[in-house]
């Protein structure tokens, strides 16, 4: 009890002290009279144009503007799954902007991949193009000395944080914490949109933030991600979209903040924007180089894209928590669901996290007491590739609801899929020095991983350890494909975060090419040497099975207490020899062996608190 009070007295103080605490306007002028006085004002390029580079993509994308009427409207889209294209594709088009960059995101590191990106953009800044980036406060942009410098860097650049804090840049352990106890709701409500638009022409959006995993330059872990690129008519949905958000009272400019504002105020002299100090430096600079080497932008992108008809772009509104009686609000998350109703024969979903929302385990409930129910194949996460172990535990949870009564065929990923692999190794062909140690984290981000619970935080959230070793890859993508006919690329991950609190955004392409491609990418992360089968475990002794699954069921329907260790289905591995078989295949058992219900994953406090979740967190699904 002391010990308890000794915790909740700072924390109390700290309510106190934070709650209501914001800039005064004098303060405001006065900050930004400095930021005024002491902007870099000089530019690299005195051309109309702003020295902006050809870009096949962007003359696509302009063309389909060109081709477009009301009642035609035509697009180029391109899927971006590699890794190595996403990173070259957005430098591409930084570099050929004319008018205007928009970039909406959810994390941004201060890594190899975040300085890279934010670089490009400052240098397209100086050459005369206006600059707009919108960032999540809480994963984003927490160093006061690179607020300030980026505040001052060029009158063309503009930055603002989403839902700061108590009104702060740098959120400390302790003021999280205070957030979670004053204003949950505000608190937990993300903008996990991510957007990249140019000339408000073409768009880059999907599952990838601006960070080292997610372009495969982590050394240890990498995500498996997915964007689309789409130029034409949906880039005035995709400006429309960003102005929403960039006009939101919950999208702070910089001098509003508390801890910038001080900072720029104790601080008039202007500040010097250095040369980004990379890890990786040759790996850097191949992505560059390939981002203006024709051949290169011809084979991987340019022939990769579609030239397709009707596309849609959608974005929850912001702070949706705080519009629930509009149905506007919601309206990215209001189509995915219409659109999984409307299944007739097949849905191919892919997320990293396998917790349904109420609404839409009801859809799926209904779509499986069909007379002629659709096949519903899931490609997810396991523990071992999983870096939301604690999420996991929820979806470990519920797996006879999903197989029983939803039908589900799901798939989780291998932490070393050869598939990932492959990706993996092209992204760091030349890479220089890779037996070089990565950079560790500070206490204090350290001390910020511990605190973290709304989902991937950056490279102090690492997944369980495992009985194998080599690089090790986590699937983030978030994509949707409904019988063959359309197809969905975004940031939603179909769970009840996603539903009910954080913004979300992705586009839906209404054609059966793009349907299709999109598809066999989602199906090779399927594939037995990329993923486990779960299923039903095989029933050996008739009573004893049926009286631990009647105990099982029970379980899983507690609240609280969900201890029984002996669940109804666990993961499988197809036997050498075999062919893949669906899991309710008569000869199924005969061609996979079962490998446990976490394989490959070694005795570790994550794997214990995996457990503890699943027995006693169902009420914090929403948050995980």
């Not at 400006?239 to 702070?252: D, M, P, T």
């Not at 890479?431 to 910020?448: C, I, K, Q, V, Y």
Request: glycine share 4%.
């Amino acid at each position: 009890m002391p010990v308890l009070r000794r915790f909740l007295l700072p924390l109390l103080l700290a309510l106190l002290l934070l709650q209501g605490c914001t800039v005064s306007r004098a303060q405001i002028r006065r900050a930004d009279a400095v930021v005024a006085a002491t902007t870099d004002r000089s530019v690299s390029c005195a051309q109309a144009d702003h020295c902006a580079l050809p870009s096949p993509l962007l003359a696509a994308a302009t063309a389909a503007l060109a081709a477009s009427t009301p009642e035609r409207p035509v697009h180029v889209v391109t899927l971006l799954d590699d890794s190595e294209p996403a990173m070259a594709a957005r430098i591409n088009l930084v570099r050929a902007a004319r008018q205007s960059i928009d970039v909406q995101t959810f994390i941004w590191d201060q890594d190899d991949a975040g300085q890279l990106m934010l670089d490009e953009l400052v240098q397209a800044a100086r050459r005369g193009v206006h600059v707009r980036i919108l960032a999540d406060q809480l994963f984003s942009f927490d160093d006061l000395d690179l607020l300030d410098r980026l505040a001052r860097v060029s009158p063309n650049l503009q930055v603002r944080l989403y839902n700061p804090t108590f009104q702060k840049a740098h959120t400390q352990p302790l003021e999280f914490a205070a957030g979670v106890l004053c204003c949950f709701m505000q608190f937990n409500q993300r903008m996990h949109n991510k957007l990249l638009l140019v000339d408000d022409r073409i768009g880059i959006t999907g599952g990838r933030n601006y960070q080292d995993r997610y372009y495969n330059w982590d050394d240890t872990f990498d995500y498996v991600d997915r964007d689309v690129m789409v130029g034409g008519p949906a880039g005035r949905q995709m400006a429309a979209s960003f102005e929403l958000f960039w006009n939101h009272k919950r999208s702070v400019p910089l001098t509003h903040l508390r801890d910038v504002n001080r900072r720029i105020l104790s601080d008039r002299a202007p500040p010097v924007w250095p040369a980004p100090h990379y890890l990786r430096p040759s790996r850097v600079a191949r992505v560059q180089q390939a981002a203006e080497d024709p051949a290169w932008l011809q084979a991987w992108l340019v022939d990769a894209s579609l030239r397709v008809g009707k596309v849609d772009y959608f974005s929850d509104l912001p702070a949706k928590t705080d519009a629930t009686h509009k149905r506007s609000a919601m309206d990215f998350t209001r189509h995915i669901m219409r659109m999984i109703s409307a299944t007739k024969r097949e849905v191919l979903l892919q997320t990293p996290y396998l917790v349904m929302s109420k609404h839409a385990q009801h859809i799926f409930r209904v779509l499986h007491r069909r007379t002629d129910p659709p096949r519903v194949i899931v490609s997810t996460n396991s523990l071992a590739s999983t870096d939301a172990f604690a999420v996991y535990a929820m979806s470990y949870k519920h797996r006879k609801r999903y197989l029983k009564k939803f039908g589900f065929e799901i798939h989780e990923m291998k932490p070393h899929a050869p598939s990932a692999a492959v990706d993996n190794e092209l992204a760091n062909l030349g890479m220089d020095a890779p037996g070089l140690p990565r950079e560790t984290a500070s206490p204090a981000r350290a001390a910020e991983a511990r605190f973290h619970l709304l989902g991937s935080r950056g490279s102090n959230n690492r997944p369980v350890p495992l009985h194998s070793e080599g690089r090790r890859f986590g699937l983030h993508s978030k994509s949707i494909v409904v019988d063959d006919a359309f197809a969905m690329v975004g940031s939603h991950n179909f769970d009840p975060r996603s539903d009910r609190y954080n913004t979300e955004a992705g586009v839906i392409v209404y054609d059966h090419a793009f349907a299709d491609q999109l598809r066999q990418s989602i199906l090779r992360s399927t594939q037995p040497e990329n993923a486990w089968v779960i299923a039903p475990r095989q029933s050996k002794v008739p009573v004893l099975t049926d009286i631990n699954q009647a105990i099982g069921t029970v379980s899983e329907q507690l609240p609280l207490f969900d201890l029984w260790p002996f669940r109804y289905a666990t993961s499988f591995d197809l036997k050498p020899g075999c062919q893949p078989l669906r899991a309710t295949d008569p000869n199924f058992y005969a061609c996979y062996q079962p490998v446990g219900d976490f394989p490959d994953v070694a005795l570790s406090p994550k794997l214990i608190i995996t457990r503890l979740v699943t027995a006693f967190g169902v009420g914090a699904k929403g948050v995980l």
